[in-house]
């Protein structure tokens, strides 16, 4: 498809997803004149309440897909598991940003990880694993300890396990199902940072300050900006990002999730995973930067100029967590708390129902 051209005010966006990154895309859209289309098959999206229009569809549904694509200027998506086949039919229609080899680098560890090692990158040691026979050669080859990782439909630390010292390899491998996964060496890490970017349509790059993130059992507890981290290291976290962004001939907002290690030459970072979408990490920048990651996006999607990603303050963006978002009125009531509610249902546990920002200047 030729390179499109720019939005103008009143543009439309699609967006493949309905949770809470396709309502923060939305909202932030809508100040800048542009409309948005969600497309998700769970007609209680979070995202719905927001959006000028929705489709609620399967994403296998083709007829539905052709309507939304045709319906709307540009494409983008919330979520990195949209089927292979529905970004292709879409992108036969409209472009989509980020593009369709961005998505399937990044929705696959195996081919993410490969992509990262091809690129010179820093990943923990890895090998593909689909059966017993290679869960020992992977174990010969990374070692233990080590985690094991379906190489798909993976979050929050689902589909993963622990590989230590007497897990037996029949007993690790049964763990995964059966579904296809990588074995990755246990990164002793002392903290996980993030970085969340973007690339304009122009090849424009603009990072924002590395963030430190918190996690419980495996779901992000709460981000901090800036990141305890020496300058040179945050340098080398944004250089890395950079390098991805190019690679992919990337277009919007991404976050690179890094591991921080100490070694014997002092701290570095290992790449840990890609996101191809606005990120959990980059919530904070809605109040503590001088343009949130949804903007951001928005501004790289629609082929406009990137925004400035200065941070306005010391920043912590917590997420309410199940039955934590029952503390919206005292949260209210705190001088500051910038406090955001996903309108979802159920606050089953873990689930992210909203979050808080503090900026402390
Ligand atoms: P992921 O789904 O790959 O982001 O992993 C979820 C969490 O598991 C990470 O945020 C880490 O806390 C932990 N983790 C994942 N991979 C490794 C690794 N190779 N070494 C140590 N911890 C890991």
Same mark, same amino acid.
């Given at each position: 498809?030729?390179?499109?051209?720019?939005?103008?005010?009143?543009?439309?966006?699609?967006?493949?997803?309905?949770?809470?990154?396709?309502?923060?895309?939305?909202?932030?859209?809508?100040?800048?004149?542009?409309?948005?289309?969600?497309?998700?098959?769970?007609?209680?999206?979070?995202?719905?309440?927001?959006?000028?229009?929705?489709?609620?569809?399967?994403?296998?549904?083709?007829?539905?897909?052709?309507?939304?694509?045709? $319906?709307? &200027? *540009? %494409?983008?998506?919330?979520? =990195? !598991?949209?089927?292979?086949?529905?970004?292709?039919?879409? /992108? @036969?229609? +409209?472009?989509?940003?980020?593009?369709?080899?961005?998505?399937?680098?990044?929705?696959?560890?195996?081919?993410?990880?490969?992509?990262?090692?091809?690129?010179?990158?820093?990943?923990?040691?890895?090998?593909?694993?689909?059966?017993?026979?290679?869960?020992?050669?992977?174990?010969?080859?990374?070692?233990?300890?080590?985690?094991?990782?379906?190489?798909?439909?993976?979050?929050?630390?689902?589909?993963?396990?622990?590989?230590?010292?007497?897990?037996?390899?029949?007993?690790?491998?049964?763990?995964?199902?059966?579904?296809?996964?990588?074995?990755?060496?246990?990164?002793?890490?002392?903290?996980?940072?993030?970085?969340?970017?973007?690339?304009?349509?122009?090849?424009?790059?603009? $990072?924002? &300050? *590395? %963030?430190?993130?918190?996690? =419980? !059992?495996?779901?992000?507890?709460?981000?901090?900006?800036? /990141? @305890?981290? +020496?300058?040179?290291?945050?340098?080398?976290?944004?250089?890395?990002?950079?390098?991805?962004?190019?690679?992919?001939?990337?277009?919007?907002?991404?976050?690179?999730?890094?591991?921080?290690?100490?070694?014997?030459?002092?701290?570095?970072?290992?790449?840990?995973?890609?996101?191809?979408?606005?990120?959990?990490?980059?919530?904070?920048?809605?109040?503590?930067?001088?343009?949130?990651?949804?903007?951001?996006?928005?501004?790289?999607?629609?082929?406009?100029?990137?925004?400035?990603?200065?941070?306005?303050?010391?920043?912590?963006?917590?997420?309410?967590?199940?039955?934590?978002?029952?503390?919206?009125?005292?949260?209210?009531?705190?001088?500051?708390?910038?406090?955001?509610?996903?309108?979802?249902?159920?606050?089953?546990?873990?689930?992210?129902?909203?979050?808080?920002?503090?900026?402390?200047?």
């Amino acid at each position: 498809m030729a390179s499109p051209l720019p939005l103008v005010p009143g543009g439309r966006i699609g967006i493949l997803g309905g949770g809470q990154l396709g309502r923060m895309i939305a909202l932030a859209a809508a100040p800048l004149g542009l409309k948005t289309h969600v497309f998700a098959p769970d007609p209680n999206s979070p995202a719905f309440d927001v959006a000028s229009e929705r489709t609620v569809a399967a994403y296998e549904d083709e007829a539905a897909l052709t309507l939304f694509a045709d $319906a709307v &200027d *540009v %494409v983008t998506y919330e979520f =990195e !598991n949209v089927p292979a086949e529905t970004a292709r039919l879409v /992108a @036969a229609h +409209k472009p989509l940003f980020p593009n369709e080899r961005a998505l399937a680098t990044t929705q696959d560890r195996l081919s993410e990880k490969t992509f990262l090692r091809d690129l010179g990158l820093p990943t923990p040691a890895f090998a593909p694993v689909d059966d017993r026979g290679s869960m020992a050669a992977a174990l010969g080859a990374v070692g233990r300890p080590a985690v094991l990782k379906t190489r798909r439909f993976g979050y929050d630390g689902k589909g993963q396990v622990l590989v230590r010292e007497g897990l037996g390899i029949d007993q690790a491998v049964a763990m995964m199902g059966g579904q296809p996964a990588i074995l990755e060496a246990f990164v002793p890490f002392r903290a996980e940072v993030s970085v969340i970017a973007a690339r304009s349509r122009s090849g424009e790059f603009a $990072a924002y &300050d *590395v %963030v430190e993130n918190r996690h =419980e !059992n495996h779901i992000l507890r709460s981000s901090h900006v800036p /990141a @305890a981290i +020496k300058p040179e290291t945050a340098a080398s976290a944004v250089a890395i990002a950079k390098k991805i962004a190019e690679a992919l001939d990337y277009v919007g907002v991404l976050g690179v999730e890094l591991f921080l290690v100490d070694g014997p030459a002092g701290e570095r970072v290992v790449v840990n995973e890609i996101a191809p979408r606005v990120h959990n990490s980059g919530h904070w920048t809605i109040e503590g930067a001088e343009t949130s990651q949804f903007e951001q996006h928005v501004r790289a999607i629609a082929g406009w100029p990137l925004g400035s990603t200065r941070t306005r303050g010391q920043v912590v963006m917590t997420n309410l967590l199940g039955a934590e978002a029952n503390q919206w009125r005292d949260l209210l009531a705190e001088p500051g708390a910038a406090v955001h509610l996903y309108g979802k249902g159920a606050p089953e546990p873990g689930r992210k129902m909203g979050h808080v920002t503090r900026v402390r200047n």
